[in-house]
């Protein structure tokens, strides 16, 4: 449990920064305005979260005019995708060791 | 630390957001219903157009070959698919709408796109069809074409809508052997299997 738990991610352990995460794995970039629409969040909200993850560097942040529009668009990260892989193996196993 | 159930829940809500986040869910269901019952109005004008007062299982050699039957089967069938096309469009925004999404974004985008190369490309093959007086083959092209497009869009929406098209494809076949039952092969294809569809997909997503 223990070993399991070393590598369980803190950066994925919001459930809004999961999700915005696995947004980013089905789809190749994603408008900051739709993913706020698709988790029902403020702007703000989302904002800091995806702060957080710029920060570890698992997502780009593309920013764009759409003539005067800033359009902002998240990218996953290469190493992004491995950390966000990596923690679903740990909730796996996780879920596993519960069930003998 | 956290329990079980929590990371059970956050795996749920991945596949649920992942699901969500790349395809088109706002489809109405009642909307296919809708459309079913357009293409079988249409089938019923078309069927007083082409044999009243015979049964339309006779099979009915000289088929449409005058110019004015033409023409108005023409208009009937292009009155039904723009009633249908609005139909979705517009309950597909209302639900849309409810879901809290907007109806116009890119996975919405990337539906119409994947639906409209097989549809576009076969409409304009049934045109030429149509125009070199091959009447018998447009009826299962536009059911096979059909199908096609919706095989094609079945990666970027409500996955059931890939059994739908199959089906179509099918009674396409089908109608490709037993030419001169345009009609029936279309009031089935494009009338009755949207009602069920419909019936179901708004059973099991939009009530």
């Known amino acids: ?88 193996e740990t909730l796996e196993q996780l879920i596993r060791k519960q069930q003998p | 630390m956290k329990k079980i159930s929590d990371i059970e829940n956050d795996i749920a809500s991945i596949k649920e957001i992942m699901e969500r986040s790349s395809r088109f869910i706002s489809l109405s269901g009642f909307s296919g219903i809708l459309a079913g019952v357009y293409a079988l109005i249409g089938s019923a004008i078309a069927y007083y157009l082409i044999y009243y007062p015979n049964s339309p299982f006779g099979y009915r050699f000289y088929y449409v070959n005058e110019q004015d039957i033409v023409v108005k089967l023409f208009a009937t069938a292009a009155f039904v698919l723009a009633a249908s096309l609005l139909t979705g469009v517009l309950l597909s925004m209302q639900k849309a709408k409810k879901l809290q999404l907007s109806y116009w974004n890119a996975n919405s985008k990337r539906f119409v796109i994947n639906v409209s190369i097989p549809l576009v490309s076969g409409g304009i093959f049934i045109a030429c069809l149509i125009a070199r007086g091959y009447f018998g083959i447009a009826a299962p092209a536009c059911l096979l074409f059909y199908g096609l497009a919706l095989i094609n869009a079945s990666s970027y929406t409500l996955g059931e809508i890939r059994y739908l098209g199959l089906i179509e494809i099918a009674l396409g076949i089908l109608c490709c052997i037993f030419p001169g039952y345009g009609l029936i092969f279309w009031a089935v294809g494009f009338g009755l299997l949207h009602i069920i569809y419909g019936i179901l997909m708004y059973n099991k997503y939009d009530k």
Do not use: C, W
């Not at chain 1, 070393?6 to 970039?29: W, Y």
């Not at chain 1, 764009?64 to 950390?83: D, E, I, L, V």
């Open chain 1, 1 to 88: 449990m223990k070993d399991a738990l070393e590598h369980f991610d803190k950066a994925f352990e919001s459930k809004i920064r999961l999700q915005i995460m696995s947004v980013l794995l089905a789809n190749d970039t994603y408008d900051f305005n739709a993913l706020k629409e698709l988790l029902n969040i403020t702007d703000g909200n989302l904002a800091s979260h995806a702060k957080v993850l710029e920060k570890e560097q698992y997502i780009n942040v593309i920013k764009s005019y759409n003539g005067r529009k800033p359009n902002t668009k998240y990218q996953a990260t290469a190493s992004g995708k491995k950390a966000f892989r990596k923690h679903l």
